[in-house]
Every structure is written in C-alpha cells, then in structure tokens.
C-alpha cells in the first residue's frame, strides 16, 4: 500500500526544494575538464582538510619523532661514542631518515582505509586524470613527512645537534629525504591495494621497515658488524641514503650520494607507481 | 539535455563472475533516455554489481553496454562525463563537511575555486541542508546523508544519474524527501536508473520495471503491465496461533483458488488475489473452521508475491550483496 501520493510534493518544504532544485539543475552545466595537476592538487588539498578535521593523525608524525630520537640518543649516546652530544651529532640524521620512511608505511594504511569506503567509488567514476587520487594522496603525506622531518630536526638543534651544512645543508636533506620517501610511497599505496585490511598494511609494512631501518648505518658504524651483515648493510637503499644525509648535513655530501638517492627514488616511482595504477584500475 | 540517441543506458548479455558465483549472468537492459528507469530485485540479485560495470567501476566478463552510445569499455571516459553515480554507502567523505565534499567535487569537475563554491552553496541550499553545510557529513542524520550524497551526484547535472538503493533504510519521511528530488531530476531531463528492493519504490517513480534474479532480467516492464503478471491485489492474514497456518493455508487455497504463500512471519499467509468478494468469503470460511485471525488486508502485491509470481518460489534471503560489494572492498 503507497503511503506517498504525487500531492505529498505540494507541502511547503517539498516545494521549495522543487523550485530550487530544478533552477539549481539547469546552473549544473559542464565545465572544461581540469588538467591532472588541478586535480592531483585537489585531491592534495582533501589530504590537508582531513588533517584539519582528524588532527589526531598527526600524532604519529610529531610524538613517535620525539620519543625515537630522546630514546635512541640517550639509550645508546653514552654507551657507543662516549657522550651523548657526540652521539647526536652521528645519530641525527639516520634517525632523520628512520622516523621518515616508518611514517610511508602510513601513506599505505591511510590508502587502503581510505578505498574501502564508498567515496572511491566516486572518484573512480569521475571523468578526472586516473592517478590523481593517489598523487594527491602522496602529496598531502609529503606534508606528513616534511612535519615529522621539522619536528625530529627541531628536536636535535634543541639538544646540540649543531650541523656544519648549514641552513642549507638541513633543508637539502630534508628535501632530498622528501623526494626518497615518495619514492618508498609508492610501494606501501601497492601494498595498501593488494592487501585486504589496513592492518595487513601495517604488519606487513612494519616487517619490511624494521630490517631495512635496523641493518643500516642509522644506529652504528658498520665497521664493526660481522662480514655477512656488513655486505648487507652495503647494499641496504637506507645506507645510501643516511650517507647522503649526513653528507649534506655536514657540508661533506658528494654529488655521487645524492645523485643515488634521486635515481632510487626515480627508479621506485617507476615500477612502483604503475604497478598501484593497474592494481587501482582492476578494482 | 541533448535527446540525440533514445536509449540512454542499452546493455546486452553482461557477465560477471566472482569465483564460481556468477553475480550478473547475462543481463540485457534497455533504458530510454529522460525516463526512471527501475531495476527491482532481492538482495543478492546482481543490481550493484550491474550498476558497477555500467558506470565503468567494474569491468564485465562478457556482454556489452553502451550509455547514450557509448561504449562503456572502449570509451571509458566519455561514459565517465556522462554518469553519476550516488552508491549504495555513503559515496561521500565522512570526515569533510557538506560544503568541503561539494567544493572538491566542483574543483575536480573543473569548475574555479570561487564557481564551485557557489555551486555548493547552491546546491545545499536546494537540498535543504544550508544549516549543515559546515558540519562534517559523519555527523549528518540517515536522510540528511542520503541528501548530500545525491547533491554530490549532480554537482555537474549528469545525463544519466545511477542511484544504488537510495532509500534503503530511510525512514519514511526521508524516503519521500528522496522520491521529490528524483523527480525534479527527471523533469529536469536527466536520466535516472535506480536500483530498489521495494515493489512500491518502483511502482511510484519508474516508467519501466526490470525484475532481478539471480543476475538474470525475469521480467520487464511497465508497473502495470509487472502488476497484471502478478495479479490486481494480494490478501495479508495473520493468524493468532502459529499452529494453525498448515490448516488456513489449507483452507485459503481452496476458497481462493490461487497459491498461498507462507510468509516469514510464522503467523502469516499471503495470496494473490482479483476478487475481493473471495477474499471476504475466504477469511468467513477461516473464522468458521475455527482459526482465529488476528488481522487481515488488502493490499498491492509485496516483492515476495511477484517473485512467486514469476518464479514459483519465494524471493530468497540473501545474506549479502552482490559479492561486487566484497571484492571492492
């Protein structure tokens, strides 16, 4: 039995709603479709609304910085290098690096909880640049990145790191660490689209940071390794990367270092970044 | 809106597989254009999944389709400009306010930052939602969200606008809210192709009907002409001891003359039914052989009864949607 007759329209708000609507409906004309930068950079844009409305995310950028470096320079400073402020002056920028590429294993967590929701399903079924989604998505957590980076190099001018590079040194590598971590985005967005759950992403991701981070020159010289590590430690993407850190930290950085850390990031961007693109269409 | 090709949405044979379910199993569909366009079936059916592969989210495993002409797997991105489509779930972000979520649906669109601001006002303010527009959408009520994520849909007025069961779970109130804007769509000229379980949503916005089961067409049509399938009206009784409906369904298929189908509801029966005059003898014939009934009506054919009618089995109780539902997530 209907309990809604065509007259039920008739009522005061029913009405209204029709004549504002069918003025709106004739106003909805199709503007000239926007490039992919525009849209990447909307979807950028989204990134940081969320940021406004969960702040709470940004914990894991700004107190996991903070307990990491306080815990590792006064853990270890006194026992490997004799004193805590020489420790720092080596630990820095490792720990730099370490605090950076744990948050990317986010940049997958925060995909996949994000594509289970219905809202992708909009953006899929908009006439937009296919990758936009994700490349704003990578964009807002380069501004993750670049509040951890802050945080962690606040943190060690306030406890003595007095780096010889300078302003320009610290900000060099910062954004040379920038360019890296988007790099390593691309394979926690692939991993966030292969998994099923955001806790998958995480345990997984976790699972491939953690000896990448640990086996590599952030904590010690591995001089003092065993040979079967050491060879590891070697050839270890993080080794190259602390180096190059370090480098232009210290003012020391040669053109080499940095150089290898751009074409790592070039190199992951490209098998990483379509792989996520055909995982992202096929679903 | 351009009225160049009749048929606004045309599907013919379209597969789809999950594993060894087929959830779409040769759907054929012939939606012509600036009409409601109805695709009623139980849960389970195949309805999102076939939404899905016509608005480009899913590609089918056989079969073809076109949107106003265009082919939805050679020219993805033209059916894109053409198509909105408002999912079964919030197809909003949550976490954004009102204006936020229309503001970045007008950006990406293409309109400028200020054009899409005015767009969103606009549009909230039609949709009733102007003292919401800068409350985070999470925080909306089941209507209000419904509301917004139809707004969100006709940011740019779409030629054809796919709505996957917009009224599922609305109260009645937010259900008529709905029905209004789908109508204003419709004289606006755009398309709509909405998927429901209720007969009765069907009966009251779609010009045409197609009936889903099992990822199969078992019938299309006008509502009345699915009505004359079915029959004019069917007799609800429910009776006031479960025990007895083995004895009324005995008696209610004699007097009736038709099929009695045991409801759910343990103390219900339903029948389909053209005369009235039966109908009275029939419940005098019940109350006379001693079964007690606790009430009884008259009313439209439910979705159950058109099932019967046109299986010869009950619409099943699936316990989820489309697997489509499944592998998207």
Redesign the interface.
Known sequence: ????QPT??KNG??T???E???????????????SGV??AL??G??AM??IK??PEQLFDVTLTPIIFTLMFTYLFGGALAGSVESYLQFLLPGILVQTVILTTVYTGFTLNTDI????F????????WRP?PLVGALLGDAVRYAVASTVVVVLGLVLGFRPDGGVIGVVGAVVILLVFASGIGWIFTTLGLILRTPNAVMGVGMMIIMPFTFASNIFVDPSTMPSWLQSFVDVNPITHLVTAERGLMAGTASAGDIGWVLLAAAALTAVFGPLTMYLYRR? | MKSTPDLAVEATGLIKHFGSTRAVDGIDLAVPAGTVYGVLGPNGAGKTTAV?IL???QQPDGGTATVLGHDIQREP??V??L???T??????????TGT?NLV??G??????RS?ARR?AD??L????LADAADR?VKKYSGGMRRRIDIA?S????PEVLFLDEPTTGLD?RS???V???I???V??G?TVLLTTQYL?EA??LADRIAVIDHGKVIAEGTSGELKASVGAGAVHVRLRDPVKRPDAERHLTKALGVPVLLEHDPVALSARVEDSDLVARAISGLIAAGIEVAEF?L??PSLDEVFLALTGRPAEEATEDAPGEE???
Not at chain 1, 1 to 4: A, F, I, R, V, Y
Not at chain 1, 20 to 34: K, V
Not at chain 2, 107 to 112: A, K, T
């Open positions: 039995m209907s309990t809604h039920a329209a708000v029913a209204a709603v029709d504002n609507l069918i003025a709106t409906l004739t106003a909805g004309s199709r503007p000239p479709r926007p525009t849209t909307t979807f844009w989204r609304l969320k409305h969960v289970s929701k219905g809202v399903d909009r953006f899929r079924s908009l006439p937009i936009s679903r | 899905r608005t480009t989210l991105d033209t894109r400009s198509v909105s489509l999912g079964q779930f919030a197809s909003v972000d949550e976490d954004l936020e970045l649906l950006r990406l669109l293409g309109y400028s054009q767009r606009d549009l303010t039609a949709f009733g985070q969100a006709i940011v740019v007025t009645p259900r008529n809210q029905w209004d804007i109508r204003v769509l004289s606006g755009t009765d009966d009251q009506s009313g439209q592998t998207a997530a």
